[in-house]
C-alpha cells in the first residue's frame, strides 16, 4: 500500500536553532498534505494545509512565521520549526490526501517526527 | 462551537466481549462522521468512514443524527483490536479537515 514516510522519526536540537522536518510520499502524488502537532496523552491538532505550489493556510494561533511549510512538489512537503524553544517539542505527524481523498486508500499518515529542545 | 467528545480515556474488556467506543459532536450541520486507529508502534490509520456504510475488521458505527452520535461498535473484541482510537468528525466542506477527539485507549485482555 501507499507508505508516507518522515525523516527524521526523532531530533533533539538547542533552543533557538531551526529544525526542519520532511514528509514524503513514497508511491503516490498528494495533492495535499496537513501537519499535526500531538502533545503527550492528547489529541492531533491541525497545524497547517498545504496543497503543492501554493502557500499553506495555517490554522488560528499557528505562527506561520515560526512554523514554515513548503509543499514543493506533489510528494514532499517540508515543516520549518525556525529558533525552536522548549515549548515546541512535540510530536509532529503529516497526512498526505490524494485527490478524493476520504477514502480509507487515499489518505495517509507519516510515523510522525519527535521534536525536543532543550 | 463545533466540538467532538470521546467521554472515555481508557476503555478495558475481555477478548470476545463486545465493545463500544463513544463518540458525540457538536457541529452545525452534518459533517462526515470517522473514526481513525492507530495501533501500538504503528502510525494513524483510517479505521472506517460513515459514508460507506462498512465493517472494518468487524468494527461497526452508527450515526445517530438525534443524539449526534457516531459510536464505534463490535460485538466480539479481539487483542489485536487493542489500539487507540480517534472519532473526527470533518464539517470542512471536502477539504479533507477532520477535528480528532481526544481518543479512547481500548485495551482487550486475553
Known amino acids: 500500500g501507499a507508505v508516507v514516510s518522515q525523516h527524521p522519526s526523532w531530533v533533539i536540537c538547542k533552543s533557538g536553532t531551526s529544525v526542519k522536518i520532511e514528509c514524503r510520499s513514497l508511491?503516490?502524488?498528494?495533492?495535499?498534505m496537513f501537519w499535526y502537532r500531538q502533545f503527550p496523552k492528547q489529541s492531533l491538532m491541525l497545524m497547517a494545509t498545504s496543497n503543492e505550489g501554493s502557500k499553506a493556510t495555517y490554522e488560528q494561533g499557528v505562527e506561520k512565521d515560526k512554523f514554515l511549510i513548503n509543499h514543493a512538489s506533489l510528494t514532499l512537503s517540508t515543516l520549518t520549526v525556525t529558533s525552536a524553544h522548549p515549548e515546541d517539542s512535540s510530536f509532529y505527524i503529516c497526512?498526505?490526501?490524494?485527490?478524493?481523498?476520504?477514502?480509507?486508500?487515499?489518505?495517509?499518515f507519516g510515523p510522525g517526527t519527535r521534536l525536543t529542545v532543550l | 462551537a463545533q466540538r467532538v467528545t470521546q467521554p472515555e480515556k481508557l476503555l478495558s474488556v475481555f477478548k470476545g466481549a463486545p465493545v463500544e467506543l463513544k463518540c458525540n459532536y457538536s457541529y452545525s450541520g452534518s459533517p462526515e462522521l470517522f473514526w481513525y486507529v492507530q495501533y501500538s508502534r504503528q502510525r494513524l490509520q483510517l479505521l472506517l468512514r460513515?459514508?460507506s456504510r462498512e465493517s472494518i475488521k468487524g468494527f461497526t458505527a452508527d450515526l445517530n443524527k438525534g443524539e449526534t452520535s457516531f459510536h464505534l461498535k463490535k460485538p466480539f473484541a479481539q487483542e489485536e483490536d487493542s489500539a487507540m482510537y480517534y472519532c473526527?468528525?470533518?464539517?470542512?466542506?471536502?477539504?479533507?479537515?477532520?477535528?480528532f477527539g481526544r481518543g479512547t485507549s481500548l485495551i482487550v485482555h486475553p
Open positions: 497526512r498526505a490526501v490524494t485527490p478524493g481523498g476520504q477514502a480509507t486508500d487515499t489518505q495517509y
Open positions: 473526527a468528525p470533518d464539517a470542512s466542506g471536502g477539504s479533507y479537515i477532520p477535528t
Open positions: 508511491d503516490f502524488q498528494a495533492t495535499t
Open positions: 460513515h459514508i
